[in-house]
């Protein structure tokens, strides 16, 4: 795309940031609640509906795996992104991920689906690096730093309210065939939930946004352009002013 945007363009431009960017605050919060929703109920669920003799051990390990996935795939779905400039296709990938990983935690019959389940859900939470790098690139300076700041608190904000919503499943019990699910477990599935919301607010509201118009390069490039414009102005004057003593020095 023309770096010249017009009027109409600009502005159809600004409507998308604006909404990619209530997109991306609702995907922090979700992303907060990832973590926070599953883990104070994760214990419970091993003693009581998880079969094995090593319940600290796999409480250990699926702790760990969630962050253990995040941090293990953040810097190349981040370098994805960021070559291909896809945010609308990577958020979709990102919240399958979390969904499939959800759904997969309460599953019950053995330790293996909640460790894989957290794993699966981690690859997803890589969604959070691509979100603040394509709100970087979107916004001037002045307006990066109050952007992020957002973003942060929606994802605290989150995390926060997770262990809340906890409250609401304390009475669920019920059977899908075999299926158990109870306050313990239910977590999991509420979020699978919410990651499909997000997929239907992610095809509607994210756009790609950068890949349409870099609006941090476009900014820089105009400063750096001036910088040299002023720099070449002001050698031509340093210039212009030394011309007269140069004719004086041979002058006879």
């Known amino acids: ?25 609702i995907q922090m919060v979700v992303i907060g ?66 969904l499939t990983g959800n759904v997969l935690y309460t599953i019950h019959f053995s330790p293996i689906f909640l460790i894989g389940g957290r794993v699966i859900s981690g690859f997803g939470g890589a969604l959070k690096s691509i979100i603040y790098s394509e709100t970087i690139r979107s916004y001037v300076g002045h307006e990066t730093s109050t952007k992020l700041s957002v973003l942060s608190i929606m994802l605290n904000f989150g995390f926060m309210l997770g262990p809340g919503i906890n409250f609401f499943f304390k009475d669920i019990n019920f059977y899908i065939g075999r299926w158990h699910f109870k306050n313990v477990n239910f977590p999991g599935l509420f979020l699978g939930f919410l990651c499909f919301a997000m997929e239907i607010v992610t095809i509607t509201m994210v756009h790609d946004l950068s890949k349409e118009f870099d609006y941090k390069d476009f900014t820089e490039n105009n400063f750096i352009t001036n910088v040299v414009d002023e720099v070449y102005e002001y050698d031509n ?11 004086k020095n041979i002058l006879p």
């Not at 795309?1 to 605050?25: D, G, P």
């Open 237 to 247: 004057i340093i210039d212009d002013k030394k011309i007269p003593l140069m004719q």
């Open 33 to 98: 609640m990832e973590y926070s929703l599953t883990i104070v109920t994760l214990w419970l669920y091993i003693k009581e509906m998880i079969n094995t003799s090593s319940p600290k051990l796999y409480y250990g390990l699926v702790s760990l795996s969630y962050m253990l996935a995040c941090a293990i795939l953040t810097p190349f779905i981040g370098r994805w992104a960021d070559r291909t400039r896809d945010i609308n296709k990577s958020s979709l990938i990102c919240n399958m991920l979390m």
């Open 1 to 25: 795309m023309n770096m010249n945007l017009n009027t109409i363009q600009k502005e159809k431009w600004l409507q998308k940031r604006k909404y990619t960017f209530i997109a991306f605050s």
